[in-house]
């Protein structure tokens, strides 16, 4: 990492600290919006800026899967391998969530959401914040697609966020994550993005049959 992307990545992390910090960071998938899992603050404020319903809950990237799986609880082993397996990379996991986890972003519910993009910066970025931990959604007004490009970031959200991390060389792909709810008994799979059905059904039946 060059020293221009770890100054990009001080300036990131100075207005993530913001009580109402709100910024946007890129992945591997598409640039999502972020803030801290602790402000409450910054919370509401990604609702207000996407006019996201509430109803709606965020998900937790995390830095490494030890910082993600606190927050989950039950019983977890197909998570674990899943994320041994996929992590980090275009996997969603939604778990139990433990009392840990901000209500804020569960809108009601009680499952979570947990990722961890393969993309240097952002995993940077991550580990420099409470717990390697933080809210987010992809970084869009709610219901327009999601953003794989700096500039369609600052089209639609630059002048609501205090800073958009450059993608550093490392462009997100511009396809969502594949998500699997892993919380119940059976598992089920919610969406298929850039992890395709076939690769992640096989590794799911694999890990249930032993």
Known sequence: MTTSQKNEIERATGALHRRDGVIVIPTDTTYGVICRLDYPDAIERIYELKGRDRSKPLIILGSDPASLLRWATGDLRLAVELAERFWPGPLTLVVRATELVPGAILAGGKTVGLRMPRHEAALALLARTKN?????????????????????????????????????GQAPAGNESTIIDVSATEPKLLRVGALSEETLMSAVNEIVRR
């Open 132 to 168: 390697g931990s933080v809210a987010s959604t992809s970084a869009n007004l709610s219901g327009a697609g999601a953003p794989r490009t700096k500039s369609e970031v600052e089209s639609c959200l630059g002048d609501k966020v205090d800073y958009i991390l450059p993608d550093s």
